[in-house]
């Protein structure tokens, strides 16, 4: 029933960058942290960036590390993703859902978006 609404995504070249936004209504889905999946053809949904509300803390993928950086505005309750550095092997279908943990899996996450393609060319 509650969902959260991805969007930013698009079409760029190798070493573009991207700001994804994850969107909730109202005060829904507050009292949780909120994570970044992403899902390639022919893949398994992968974990990519989690931000909790409370803590300030954040944790990423080895893969992004470094590139990705996960922020959130409690005013507009909307957590954003801003990909720098963008390579071919991020292409995939990003997702945004609320849970408590960065380490409880697909599983452990709910309201999920219906997600928002990234393609980087190379």
């Known amino acids: 029933q509650v969902q959260l609404v991805e969007s930013g995504g698009g079409l760029v070249q190798t070493g573009a960058s991207l700001r994804l936004s994850c969107a909730a209504s109202?005060?829904?889905?507050?009292?949780?942290?909120r994570g970044w999946f992403r899902q390639a053809p022919g893949k398994e949904r992968e974990f990519v960036a989690f931000?909790?509300?409370?803590?300030?803390?954040?944790v990423y993928a080895d893969s992004v590390k470094g590139r990705f950086t996960i922020s959130r505005d409690n005013a507009k309750n909307t957590v954003y993703l801003q990909m720098s550095s963008l390579k071919p092997e991020d292409t995939a279908v990003y997702y945004c859902?609320?849970?408590?943990?960065?380490?409880?899996?697909?599983?452990?996450?709910?309201?999920w978006g219906q997600g928002t393609q990234v393609t980087v060319s190379s």
């Open positions: 109202g005060r829904a889905f507050r009292t949780y942290g």
């Open positions: 859902a609320a849970g408590d943990s960065a380490t409880s899996g697909v599983l452990g996450f709910y309201g």
């Open positions: 931000i909790s509300w409370n803590g300030g803390s954040t």
